[in-house]
């Protein structure tokens, strides 16, 4: 009993001292230099008379309402979602080419997104 509780003493210590980098501009190797995610402020926006239903995975899932404006803070690269007939689209990707500030009108913009997968 003594021999088993210094053994597992000794397997947790080890483990509790394992050094763990958590500087996010550690080099990961030689050819590989770290990117950390920009975020962008920008406003989604509903012109139609419509609810629309969004998924924004791992950050929250908004119904934007009929003539409604919704401020948002996402990642460079964070996707939008949208459901239709119980599956998943991409309906737009965070990137540099949206700016802080900018109005993204999420009606014209899913309509737009329906018609290029043939979903209408």
């Avoid at 210590?13 to 190797?29: E, L, M």
């Avoid at 629309?52 to 934007?64: C, E, R, T």
């Avoid at 309906?91 to 802080?100: M, T, W």
């Amino acid at each position: 009993m003594k021999y088993t509780l210094i053994i597992s003493l000794f397997l947790l210590a080890s483990c509790a001292t394992r050094k763990v980098n958590t500087d996010s501009t550690a080099v990961v190797n030689a050819t590989e230099t770290p990117v950390i995610a920009r975020k962008i402020n920008f406003n989604l926006t509903n012109d139609s008379d419509n609810s629309i239903p969004l998924l924004i995975p791992s950050v929250m899932s908004p119904n934007l309402s009929p003539k409604s404006s919704s401020a948002v803070t996402l990642k460079v690269g964070q996707e939008i979602l949208f459901k239709y007939k119980f599956k998943k689209y991409l309906l737009i990707k965070i990137d540099d080419k949206i700016k802080s500030g900018d109005n993204i009108e999420v009606s014209e913009l899913l309509a737009n997104r329906k018609k290029e997968l043939g979903l209408n």
